[in-house]
């Protein structure tokens, strides 16, 4: 969905940067100058910043997006388009050489189009400075344009939620246990993290804790679920058993 050129095939790499570095910096600050966004023109008129522009907290400068021609304005050094989706309107600006080139030919009214550009904006008014248009030779695309828009959004907010948990989970680790009691554990939802805080407190002794024991010191409302909690623990490594398939220790 994010690449450095027309292809949108999906690229979420990233990751924290060592000032220190500085090949690597301009390395990624080149990649993310590159990185292309699938939008709908509604995104872009939306969008709280033309300078640091973010969509689902992805930085970006280069977007792409469709729709149809619904107005030409040509002078002799640019071609303005007004161009629509069914989420809004924007016009569109192709600045032209001082010797006009094929790429440079106006594309008709009631075209649907593809562009690829950066936002842009005067007298608070948007605009797209073209990069690169051409028409659809398949309608689609449309349907394909959407589908990309929706996986970039369903992505990136998994990306944020995930990120989110690791920053809690690291957190999390450096304060006191007894301040986090009611704060479960990373992965685990906290009925989960409440049978694997009771299995925790035994970690000292030989064989942990036993499975009738830990039924005895769970609220009713989970006693039924215990057995499935403890096998997913298992599952993810969060616990292992000792002695019997019913004591269990923490990792």
Excluded: C
Aim: proline fraction near 2%; charge should be negative; glycine fraction near 6%.
């Amino acid at each position: 969905m994010w690449s450095s050129n027309s292809d949108t095939s999906a690229d979420f790499g990233g990751g924290f940067l060592d000032n220190s570095r500085k090949g690597e910096q301009d390395n990624v600050k080149i990649r993310r100058v590159q990185t292309i966004v699938p939008v709908m023109i509604g995104h872009l008129l939306s969008a709280s910043s033309t300078d640091e522009t973010k969509f689902w907290d992805i930085s970006a400068r280069m977007f792409t997006f469709l729709g149809i021609v619904r107005n030409v304005q040509e002078t002799a050094t640019k071609i303005s388009y007004d161009v629509e989706d069914q989420t809004g309107t924007i016009t569109a600006l192709k600045w032209l050489e001082a010797d006009k080139k094929a790429s440079d030919v106006t594309i008709l009214m009631n075209t649907y189009v593809r562009i690829v550009g950066l936002l842009r904006e005067q007298n608070d008014e948007r605009h797209i400075l073209i990069l690169r248009m051409w028409p659809l030779q398949d309608l689609n695309e449309l349907t394909n344009h959407i589908l990309e828009v929706t996986f970039a959004t369903l992505k990136a907010e998994a990306m944020a939620k995930k990120n989110k948990e690791l920053i809690n989970h690291q957190n999390g680790s450096t304060v006191d246990k007894g301040a986090n009691e009611d704060v479960p554990h990373y992965g685990m939802t906290g009925d989960q993290s409440l049978v694997y805080k009771i299995i925790n407190a035994k970690i000292d002794t030989e064989s942990g804790i036993e499975r009738a024991e830990i039924k005895g010191q769970v609220p009713p409302r989970i006693l039924s679920e215990v057995d499935n909690i403890l096998d997913f623990l298992v599952s993810e490594g969060h616990i292992y058993t000792t002695s019997t398939d019913d004591h269990f220790k923490t990792t």
